[in-house]
């Protein structure tokens, strides 16, 4: 029984809710997938943060708690060569904080962290064949996707311009996501790099509906019900949510994290790319300020965060959130302290409440 004005994306994916609870790597735990998926909506699990093992895992442990359909979320960007230069600049730009931390600026560290969709990981899909598979950063090669096809999965990837949108349905997406610039997390812009000229979801979403013809996922900015209904009012077919689902226990973030979502405000945010090498929207904290927000001086995606570990860690440990991406969408301040599975619910039933008149806008 379902009283939802438009079902392209339920009868699509399989599920009850028009709820996408957001991949957000770092931050998305299997209790939230799970819990996301208990409660009707479509959980998602991002895999740049991990191993093709520890997605096997994950994914075992999802199977085994919760019988529904759910998402699995890869980056598809391509690692750039090795850039010794461009490191030794970017070093010699944060030695000041490793001096103060009294750490030494030229020890070795890790390199790398977001991880981009492979054969490996491609394994893992054909294994666990997850209902839907979704992409950031426009799509992997052509070969690969046909794999995760042949899979039976739904594709889907976010599109921060109309551009983007056409450009995924006429390679192969069974719907998009329309990401716009309110959104928390990196942006997923691929046809260009230009972070002004950025489209905001209200006219985003509607724009994209009259461009494509497979279903639009609305995301950026939704946060409770009101921005439901306006999304499926602007003719989204289901909404992604991801800056709500961090104030959720089933999140799992450094505490500065948590403490800065708690203080967020519509203004607490920027785009920035100083700490990963692509933009992304996060509270602003110190090292934004004093390098960013935006930074020719940041190396190429993903390879700026090594150089930052040990100075966030030193940081961290004494409860400061001045290296920490602080991701979050605009509007944080709009969220509960609420579980996961509430929250799923509780979004549809405000939503509801809306469209259908009983509760003012
Ligand atoms: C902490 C965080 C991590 C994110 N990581 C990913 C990711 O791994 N893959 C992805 O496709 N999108 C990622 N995103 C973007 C979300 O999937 C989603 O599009 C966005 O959060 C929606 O906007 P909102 O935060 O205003 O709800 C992330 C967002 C956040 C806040």
Redesign the pocket.
Known sequence: MTRWPDRRILDLFGIELPIIQ??????TTVDMVVATARAGGLGSL?S?QLTAEGLRKALSEIRAAVKAPINV?F?SHILPPDDPAAQTRWRALLAPYYLEAGLDPAATVAGAGRAPFDAAFCEVVEEYRPEVV?F?FGLPDKALVRHVKGTGAKILS?ATTVAEAVWLEANGVDAV?A?GF?????R?NFLTNDMTTQVGTMALVPQVVDAVSVPVIA?????DGRGVAASLMLGASAV?????Y?FCPEAKIPIVHTNALAQAKDDSTAITNVFTGRPARGVVNRLMREIGPLSEAVPAFPTAGGALAPIRTAAEAAERDDFTNL?????ANLASWIGAEALTRELCRTALEVIEHRRPV
Do not use: C, D, R, Y
């Open positions: 957001a991949p957000m790597a770092g931050a991002p740049a979320n980056f979704s950031h976010s996501v990401m309110e959104a928390g997390g990196h997923g995301a950026g900015g939704i946060a992604q949510v991801g800056t709500a961090l991701w979050a969408g605009q509007a």
